[in-house]
């Protein structure tokens, strides 16, 4: 019904930079929060970011000064600029939109090396 596909993973290097995108398609006609979990290793699912309809931001405190969560509301598309990475943000990325449900992305693999 909806469907999100997220692009903009990939490997760095310790203290570089990625921007993650997460296009939405399908039935998509009244969302309201959207957002970004990662998941590492042989760890819990976590939320990084969130991001209302109406922008106000959420964020997982190791990220805040960081990652940077923005939307397009014309395009449903939310993005997750990540600044000064580092090894411990290895995680695969996925992102999120509610409408009516929740709507997961099947997520993107990011790689930080030191």
């Known amino acids: 019904q909806v469907q999100l596909v997220e692009s903009g993973g990939g490997l760095v290097q310790d203290g570089g930079s990625l921007r993650l995108s997460c296009a939405t398609s399908?039935?998509?006609?009244?969302?309201?929060?959207m957002g970004w979990y990662r998941q590492a290793p042989g760890k819990q699912r976590d939320l990084v970011a969130a991001?209302?309809?109406?922008?106000?931001?959420t964020y997982k405190i190791s990220v805040k000064g960081r990652f940077t969560i923005s939307r397009d509301n014309a395009k449903n598309t939310v993005y997750l600029q990540m600044n000064s990475l580092g090894v411990e943000d290895t995680a695969v990325y996925y992102c999120?939109?509610?409408?009516?449900?929740?709507?997961w992305g099947r997520g993107t693999q990011v790689t930080v090396s030191s």
């Open positions: 999120y939109a509610d409408q009516i449900q929740r709507y």
């Open positions: 399908g039935n998509v006609f009244r969302v309201t929060d």
């Open positions: 991001i209302s309809k109406g922008g106000t931001t």
